[in-house]
């Protein structure tokens, strides 16, 4: 028997150019990774997302097992996810038919995992009608979001309309679902004391990450992999480690035509909740001039990225607009040379769940200055791959980044522990426990059918 998934992310294709609008971002990485890995494993994956783009096929095969298929709801045109709702019901019915009249899904899904509260709410029905288990992962809730003043850019306003339905239907989810993905303890103690939902209802499984792509330069992985490996010494480790960061280096300032300063990295969507103000009154305070790469958004959008625009504005005000670039959203086969030339990746982000972009910065063994907030706490070890603020300001991180950029020794053994901390994350160790969950959901849902027949 072929084991079959239904994978739902409707608000976002996990296809979508990372990084220049602000649906695009690390869950469309985690959906790609796990899919792929699922996949080498021998299963079969149906992505479904809405269609956006009226030259779309429905049907997409993007690897050997796994299908990206695109259901007409709504208006054929990209839509943000505050708009979506409307659409769910059609979404649902559109791929039931699907399931029915393909060839290949007609066998049935013998599990739903779904992306973000939209998705779920679609497949709620579809759980019920197939008998099968439901698995969901939130990446964000927005109850969470209002409580900790992230629900919007001007904290002070009340929730709308579309924030009130998203509220009661993550609820809604919450208590029906098999079982919830969580990527830290941390993110899992807020659903349980959110929701009264018991611990077993929940399973914390990190996010995954390319350890074949994301590495030090074109150093093999295994060296990192093991700290009693024998095959160099400590000084070779850091003497390949800076040729690495040397030579890519070399490759963005030629490309980018950087000056000679330190060079700090923001990764990730142009979003409020991301803090990117915060980060240019940081550079704006240090000590130590260094310039900025701020990777992210669309500058070569018709009229231009207003975010952008806004954002090299208030850097011209810091008096730092000759020392901050936006070269825009970056393929995500090149963004381990940005990784490897930085002298640091910063986050400063006012919440992540996880934190996708640290974990490849320092498999790339950068090191990561962020703010402890969510998941990054999970992420970063304060003084052993990279430091941690004691709170989210101005004066905090520009202190933190002088330290790092005038401490040579401190930087390189921050470079130098950066990689091994992160192997944990490799996609085979995080691919192998959820085919456990999977395993664990499915034949308990086999017994209960078994009993049922008496």
């Known amino acids: 028997m072929c084991f079959r998934v239904a994978m739902i992310s409707l608000h976002t294709s996990p296809l979508a150019p990372l990084g220049r609008t602000r649906d695009a971002g690390g869950m469309n990485v985690y959906i790609r990774g796990l899919a792929r890995e699922l996949g080498r494993d021998g299963m079969y994956v149906d992505i479904f997302t809405r269609r956006s783009q009226p030259e779309t096929p429905t049907v997409e095969r993007i690897g050997e097992r796994i299908r990206l298929i695109h259901l007409t709801a709504g208006p054929v045109a990209p839509l943000p996810p505050g708009e979506l709702f409307p659409y769910v019901g059609e979404f649902t019915r559109r791929l039931a038919r699907f399931a029915q009249d393909d060839e290949e899904a007609r066998h049935g899904y013998d599990l739903l995992h779904t992306h973000y509260w939209l998705s779920a709410a679609a497949a709620l029905p579809l759980a019920n ?41 993550e609820g809604r989810i919450a208590n029906s679902v098999d079982r919830i993905i969580v990527s830290t303890d941390h993110e899992g103690e807020q659903l349980r004391k959110l929701y009264g939902l018991s611990a077993c209802h929940m399973r914390v499984i990190p996010c995954g990450v390319d350890l074949s792509a994301f590495t030090p330069g074109g150093l093999c992985s295994q060296p990192f992999a093991t700290r009693d490996d024998r095959s160099f010494s400590a000084g070779d480790l850091l003497t390949r480690l800076e040729n690495a960061h040397h030579e890519a280096r070399a490759t963005l300032d030629a490309r980018l035509r950087l000056s000679g300063l330190p060079l700090l990295l923001f990764v990730g969507r ?76 910063v986050v400063t982000s006012r919440y992540e769940s996880f934190g996708l ?28 791959n990279g430091l941690l603020t004691r709170w989210r300001s101005p004066a905090a991180f520009a202190e933190r980044l002088d330290e790092l950029l005038t401490d040579d020794a ?37 017994h209960i059918a078994a009993c049922s027949c008496f």
């Open 270 to 345: 142009l979003d409020p909740i991301k803090g990117i103000d915060l980060l240019l009154e940081s550079v704006a305070s240090m000590n130590i001039p260094a310039q900025l790469l701020v990777v992210g958004g669309d500058p070569q959008r018709p009229g231009g990225d207003p975010e952008i625009e806004r954002l090299r504005e208030w850097a011209g005000k810091l008096g730092i607009g000759d020392r901050v670039y936006f070269p825009g959203a970056i393929p995500q086969a090149e963004l381990p040379t940005y990784y490897r030339a930085a002298d640091a990746l």
């Open 410 to 446: 401190l930087r390189l053994r921050l470079r130098a522990q950066a990689r091994p901390s992160v192997e944990r994350f490799d996609w085979r160790r995080i691919g192998d426990r959820v085919r456990a969950l999977y395993a664990e959901l499915t034949t308990a849902r086999r």
């Open 129 to 169: 009608a197939w008998d099968i288990p439901h698995v969901t992962m939130f990446h964000t809730v927005e109850r969470l979001k209002a409580q900790q003043g992230l629900a919007s850019a001007t904290p002070d306003l009340p929730l709308t309309p579309a924030q009130l339905i998203r509220i009661e239907h």
């Open 357 to 384: 972009v640290a974990v490849e910065a320092l498999a790339c063994g950068t090191p990561v200055v962020a703010a402890p907030v969510g998941g990054l706490t999970s992420v970063v070890r304060d003084g052993e």
